[in-house]
């Protein structure tokens, strides 16, 4: 079955101490994204790579980075999280860049206190 | 640059009515669009999209879109609404071709 998954689903942390969201898919696509959702601003994009090695910044890349060493799996790095990074956060992936159909992740709810 | 906009974040619907979900999307040249949905506490799913083939666009669960390039709107439309399509809807569009650009998204109610 073609998958995205994202792990945790759900995590409280507090400010300063470092998380990692994974998120790997089983679809041999090319390109991933990170986006964040938020109230009355819809999802914002904070990183995407097009392929291994190729990462660049979205919309909203302050305080997060990213890594790409295999096809499958693209982590989220909070190296420093703050508050104002409470947010859900969702994994995308499709097999040509953005303007093909993206798949979803299930989402990760991160509460920074 | 690409943007889109969504007209109303909130809207209310009678089962059985009309369902309109309304985006404006700021190109010069013909876009790419998308319109996603969210159910409840998941992830997003692709309703439908346009590629320039046609200018309407029929999707799952009896949604459809007309892409009008001198409105610069694609608007969603389902002739009568179910309860099931109570969600949050997302209308997006490609930054060249590496980004993606989502509108703000308008919630559904469907009312029984």
């Known amino acids: 079955e073609a998958q995205v998954t994202q792990n945790p689903r759900y995590l409280i942390t507090v400010t300063g101490k470092k998380l990692t969201v994974t998120c790997s898919q089983n679809m041999n696509h090319e390109y991933m994204s990170w986006y964040r959702q938020d109230p009355g601003l819809g999802l914002r994009q904070i990183y995407y790579s097009m392929n291994v090695e190729v990462t660049d910044k979205g919309d909203v890349p302050e305080g997060y980075k990213v890594s790409r060493k295999e096809k499958r799996n693209f982590p989220l790095i909070l190296e420093s999280p703050s508050p104002n990074q409470t947010s859900l956060y969702f994994c995308a992936t499709s097999q040509g860049y953005a303007t093909e159909t993206q798949y979803f992740g299930p989402g990760t709810r991160l509460l920074v206190l | 640059a690409q943007s889109v906009t969504q007209l109303g974040s909130h809207v209310s619907v009678s089962e059985g009515a009309l369902v309109l979900l309304r985006c404006n999307y700021s190109s010069s040249v013909p876009p790419y669009l998308f319109w996603y949905v969210q159910y409840p506490n998941q992830g997003l799913q692709l309703l439908l999209k346009y590629t320039s083939a046609a200018t309407l666009v029929k999707g799952i669960n009896g949604f459809e879109a007309e892409f009008k390039k001198s409105e610069t709107s694609f608007h969603l439309t389902k002739p009568s609404a179910h309860m099931s399509d109570a969600a949050e809807y997302f209308c997006?569009?490609?930054?060249?071709?590496?980004?993606?650009?989502f509108g703000k998204g308008t919630k559904l109610t469907v009312n029984p």
């Open positions: 997006a569009s490609p930054r060249g071709s590496e980004k993606l650009v």
